[in-house]
């Protein structure tokens, strides 16, 4: 920080702070900011105090679900993966750790709306996948 940084005595904050800014327009120090001229993302959305922290979530791709929530969203997942899953060993081994996450789900102490959500049928699911691969 250089003394020309300092706010001079007996100058108010606002004419300091005005003096910055139209120094830093002069210098061209907002020219080529990231989003210059494109609408503010969001801006017509109901406030939403925690909107920021979701907003961080999905970029850093973290989910925080209630297991029993992540469980159904693996479920989702995993069936709009079928088609891409390349042997019925590899099927079965993620279909495996599937049931799996969807029965220690169930007994988690963190709750959640289960009664929709539970453990795959190994032979439906071969079955579907078998089906699949024939068209």
Request: hydrophobic share 35%; net charge negative.
């Amino acid at each position: 920080m250089t003394a020309s940084d300092r706010k001079p005595q007996g100058m108010g904050w606002e004419s300091f702070a005005e003096r910055r800014v139209r120094e830093a327009i002069e210098s061209g120090e907002f020219k080529n900011l990231p989003g210059f001229g494109q609408p503010i993302p969001d801006i017509d959305e109901p406030w939403d105090e925690n909107s920021w922290l979701r907003k961080k979530l999905k970029s850093e791709e973290i989910r925080s679900l209630p297991p029993i929530l992540e469980a159904r969203l693996r479920i989702q997942e995993f069936r709009d993966s079928l088609a891409t899953i390349p042997s019925e060993t590899e099927l079965r081994r993620r279909l495996t750790a599937l049931n799996k996450f969807i029965t220690d789900a169930h007994f988690s102490h963190i709750q959640g709306p289960s009664e929709s959500v539970h453990p795959l049928d190994e032979a439906d699911v071969v079955g579907a996948w078998r089906q699949a691969r024939s068209h």
